[in-house]
């Protein structure tokens, strides 16, 4: 260490200031005053307590002492240095908030969790003093979200399973907003109003994530709240199937089809039989009703149509005398045939479709018009593009449905017997001698390509043609019938000649109907889409009741 004496006096005072500051812009950077007391002595530098400390390395390479660390600084809790990084931010600029945003995404879930279960302190534990309001913003908005969602989805399934319309209501979604931001940021600052005036200390924003993070929990409630009402909904619903006073025709077939059509709650098909899957998961009872025998001939050596495989099993059921079922008695390149005979020959005319109650069918029917337009050979810009309308109107906004045939030919019964008995009564007879008119075209029928109309196609009649308004024949519009179905149908009646059961319990049934009596004289061919279903109805139509209906089906 350096030292030096220099007299102090008035006039050397301004000469060891400048000594002073030369020394510390050379090699000395600090200055200790030692003790006030030694002014008394004579001035000097050591007597006077002031010392040049060198903290410089020298140049002879020797390690001069380091001065110390400064002390640590104690940490500060967030809500200081939130308040403090907000110093001289204007409350409404977004720099204000970010810090308040400045939160790890696993300190959010933690404190989500911890949330719903509450354990120890929650602001020391797990806010540890450091509130933030990314999660009390984006949980409040969450809860907004789900129990809008929830809510309209819920009311949008009650609708649906009570077959009602559903009109969404946004102000739902307001009122979600005001209810919940209110619980969120309103509330807190009410309650810290409150504390201030009872002297007690949590912050504002502490008090805001109790409320926040206290909303994690109504997420999943919401979406409970959504299968409750659903659940409640179908209990309704399945009641109201049960109850026959629930409705005006609450028929067996009726009932029967109301459970098949049921989307919610799904159909119960505990009495439905899978003869493709026998025993399978039948019940009991369903097992017993079956009666498995033996045709009296191969399906096979009576008619080529059925293809080359073997074919003489089938099922009776006691609870159905006269119905007898013979599962998988084509071939598949047999089934091929005569789907393709169904969508080609059999829709021409002058078999009458659905179709040809609005449209101008060609003679050569629909079929080769799609089958152009898939390959590319018939275009809109074509003349034969689209079938011609039977009802030409200038306003085509009228609409128009699948079902609209079905409806306006149950309603258009001019004859006034028909009006009171239906097919189903037992008083019913077929009408014969009155006149039959043809149920006239809608206004409202659309122009559709080919692809589309073909699609449209629900049934076809074949032989004599059926009436049906009045439930009943044309017996003066009798056309060639298919030689293909024709065959079939005569091949099935000499199968089934003296078929029957005798289970030696006083049931018993025999089908005593020869084949060689039979002759197909009139036939329907139904096509279905994907959501078309078949209603269960009575036959009274038929003159005579003796000969076997004979339906095929192909899948």
Known sequence: MLTSEIELNESSAYDLLSFILEQMSGKYNVIVDMDDAAYTHPATIESDGLEFQDFSTSSTGLNKPQAPPPPPLLPETATSSNSNSGVGKPIWSVDYYATFFDV?????????????????????DTLQNQPDLYGPFWIATSVVFAVFVCSSLAGSLAAYIAGKSHIYDFRLLSFAVIVIYMYAFLCPALVWASTKYFGCQPSLLEIINYYGYGLTIWIPVSSKRQQKIWERERQQVENKKRNANSYVNQAPFRYCERNFKSRVPPPDFTHVIDFSNLPGNHTKENLESIVPIKLSRNLSELSDLFGDHSCQDAYILKHVPGLIIIPNAFTPKAQRHLIKQCLSVYPRPPNTSNLDTHYIVPASGIWPLYEAQERGELTPDDPEFYVPKKAHVDDDDGTYSDSEDEKKQETQVTCSSCTQITACSDDFKPIVDEP?????????????PPSELVRKMRWITLGYQYHWPTKTYHLDRRYPFPKDIAELSKAVVYAVENIGYDNGEGQAWLNKYKGDDFNAEAGVINYYQYRDTLMGHVDRSELNMDAPLVSLRYI
């Open 436 to 448: 039959k008119p043809d149920p006239p075209p809608a206004p409202g029928v659309p122009l559709l």
């Open 104 to 124: 790890d995404t696993t300190q959010v879930v933690e404190r989500c969790l911890k949330s719903m279960y509450p354990v120890g302190d929650f602001a020391a």
